[in-house]
């Protein structure tokens, strides 16, 4: 069995950092494809970042130039560095990954909290 596990979220200032984590844990399995949605309280999920295993990133507008998407390959995990932080940042994230075991299926993380206050 594979689960991502997210960590990171929190409470911080407009124009505060936060970093969040997201590490795949199992056996048998080799991750392609890793992205952080998010979904806001009364909105549908949005996709903000991805990168593919070859490091190739891409980003919403309304993130792009404040937040960073990466990835260590060795550990299974993805990161989203989230710098100059606004008050409509405030959501749920969400991590997830395309994983390779006999197939190719979607996972999702658990979700973590991000809030930020004016």
């Known amino acids: 069995q594979v689960q991502l596990v997210e960590s990171g979220g929190g409470l911080v200032q407009a124009g505060g950092s936060l970093r969040l984590s997201c590490a795949a844990s199992?056996?048998?399995?080799?991750?392609?494809?890793m992205a952080w949605h998010r979904q806001a309280p009364g909105k549908q999920r949005e996709l903000v970042a991805s990168i593919t295993s070859g490091g190739r990133t891409n980003y919403d507008g309304s993130v792009k130039g404040r937040f960073t998407i990466s990835r260590d390959n060795a550990k299974n995990t993805v990161f989203l560095q989230m710098t100059s932080l606004k008050p409509e940042d405030t959501a749920v994230y969400y991590c997830y990954a395309v994983i390779m075991r006999s197939y190719e299926s979607p996972y999702w993380g658990q979700g973590t909290q991000v809030t930020v206050s004016s």
């Open positions: 199992g056996s048998g399995f080799s991750v392609k494809d």
